[in-house]
């Protein structure tokens, strides 16, 4: 087996090649001044090959993973692996209005054409039951950082109460609460469009409580920091956020600060100042 990493995710998949004991390339990428990318490969590869890169900010990258995974089968990979531990365009799997795509399932189609097996971390799956529905590869593995996140919050100090800022997010609050021996309570989500949410806080004395807001995604940050303000409102002490994916538009930060969030933190999945857990040992297990 060999590992290839591209330029804007290089630690975190040689982490990985590391983890499984495997060789490491980083595979060379120019951009030219048009916007075409030119990619080299090592020129001999193994028969599997597994192409590590995160798939935030997406469009450029779904085409270089066209022509990496292009590349690698005419250089001898018969067998190829995506870990890709943020999966992108999973959210719309159901057209709305007349005449809109239905993301999921043509870019799951499209990265299902390229390679044998998908790895990946917490989807954004919502009607669609499995990562196997909406990306229909051989073999498609959805791991969860969950686990790692309630042992990250084991080895701190205090006894905060997680909250998730919506039904969604209870699958990860309760894995989250059940490895770190702590309480959780799930709030109710009205969205009103895409930067504006209703919360309504179910029925309990959060008075001078120090909270942990868990979910999946933080991207504009409206969600959560519309639950920091109810709970800072409902007279809880400290509100702290932790997430697997740090998209992180470029105003969340300031949105989360000015209502009241005091420490964010997040898995590699996204490379951000805020990342305190690696996931290639996560990564690596899936593999083997």
């Not at 870019?107 to 998908?118: E, K």
């Not at 100090?157 to 997680?162: A, D, F, K, Q, R």
Request: proline residues 6%.
């Amino acid at each position: 087996m060999l590992v290839l990493g591209f330029p804007d995710y290089d630690r975190q998949a040689s982490a990985l090649a590391k983890a499984l004991n495997a060789p490491y390339r980083l595979i060379e990428l120019h951009r030219f001044p048009d916007g075409e990318s030119q990619l080299r490969l090592p020129p001999a590869l193994p028969g599997q090959v597994v192409l590590c890169r995160s798939l935030d900010r997406p469009n450029g990258k779904l085409v270089e993973l066209l022509l990496a995974a292009g590349c690698a089968r005419q250089l001898g990979a018969s067998q190829l692996i995506l870990v890709a531990p943020y999966l992108c365009y999973m959210r719309q799997d159901k057209a709305f209005r007349t005449g809109e795509a239905i993301s999921q399932q043509i870019v799951g189609n499209f990265l299902a054409g390229l390679f044998d097996t998908l790895v990946t971390v917490d989807p954004h799956l919502h009607r669609v039951h499995s990562l196997a529905e909406a990306v229909p590869v051989r073999r498609a593995v959805a791991a969860s950082a969950a686990p790692a996140m309630g042992a990250f919050l084991a080895t701190r100090t205090g006894h905060p109460l997680l909250v998730g800022p919506d039904a969604e997010s209870e699958q990860w609050v309760r894995t989250v609460a059940e490895r770190a021996s702590l309480d959780y309570v799930i709030a109710h989500k009205t969205r009103r469009g895409d930067r504006q949410v209703e919360i309504r806080l179910p029925e309990h004395d959060y008075t001078g409580t120090d909270v942990v807001l868990v979910d999946d995604v933080l991207s504009t940050g409206q969600t959560l920091a519309s639950t920091a303000r109810a709970l800072r409102e409902s007279g809880a002490r400290q509100v702290d956020v932790l997430v697997t994916h740090a998209l992180i538009a470029s105003d969340a930060l300031d949105t989360l600060r000015s209502a009241g969030v005091s420490e964010i933190w997040s898995s590699d999945s996204i490379p951000h100042p805020s990342n305190v857990l690696d996931l290639a040992p996560l990564l690596a297990s899936a593999l083997e």
